[in-house]
Nanobody, 122 residues
Framework: QVQLVESGGGLVQPGGSLRLSCAGS????????IAWFRQAPGKEREGVSC????????YYADSVKGRFTISRDNAKNTVYLQMNSLKPEDTAVYYC???????????????WGKGTLVTVSS
């Protein structure tokens, strides 16, 4: 059973930073592309970022480009999402997800975590 566990969410002021973590098994993190999605209240889920497992290529939504950074620590079986210069519109539940292949794509990932809430507010 594939298990992905997010952590690191919380309340932060506008302009602040948070780092989200996605922990999974070594096989999953080594084999599959890992993506971050988010869903704000009353809005559709959107892709935020993705990192491929084989070559480390990264992808970002235009709304977060230059502010968010995705990375992986293979020794810790963890993928991170560093979020800087946070805005109120970044408020959402953030989900970690794994594709069933090594590259990032527009297809819905196969495996999902339960999410972590990020609230950006003064």
């Amino acid at each position: 059973q594939v298990q992905l566990v997010e952590s690191g969410g919380g309340l932060v002021q506008p302009g602040g930073s948070l780092r989200l973590s996605c922990a999974g098994s070594k096989f999953i993190l080594d084999s599959y592309a890992i993506a971050w999605f988010r869903q704000a209240p009353g809005k559709e889920r959107e892709g935020v970022s993705c990192i491929s497992s084989r070559d480390g290529h990264t992808y970002y939504a235009d709304s977060v480009k230059g502010r968010f950074t995705i990375s992986r620590d293979n020794a810790k079986n963890t993928v991170y999402l560093q979020m800087n210069s946070l805005k109120p519109e970044d408020t959402a539940v953030y989900y970690c997800a794994a594709h069933s292949y090594y590259y990032c794509s527009d297809q819905n990932p196969k495996y999902w975590g339960k999410g972590t809430l990020v609230t950006v507010s003064s």
